[in-house]
């Protein structure tokens, strides 16, 4: 069981890790420390709901 919840979290921070890419890329050296921490704290609510976000895009295409 633990094993299970273990993947879960590891498969959740991966999709974080991966919404937060593009945001990360574009602004690695685009400014100061403090402007690329705070392009970061923006887009983190976005790409904390990553889950809900798959699940409505996945609702929409067979829908149609």
Known sequence: MG???TLLVIIYLVG???VLAPTVH???NAG???EFFQSILQQLPVA???PVTLYHHMMDRSAG
């Open 3 to 5: 094993g299970i919840v």
């Open 48 to 50: 904390a709901a990553w």
């Open 16 to 18: 974080i890790g991966v």
């Open 32 to 34: 100061t420390a403090s």
């Open 26 to 28: 574009g602004e690695w």
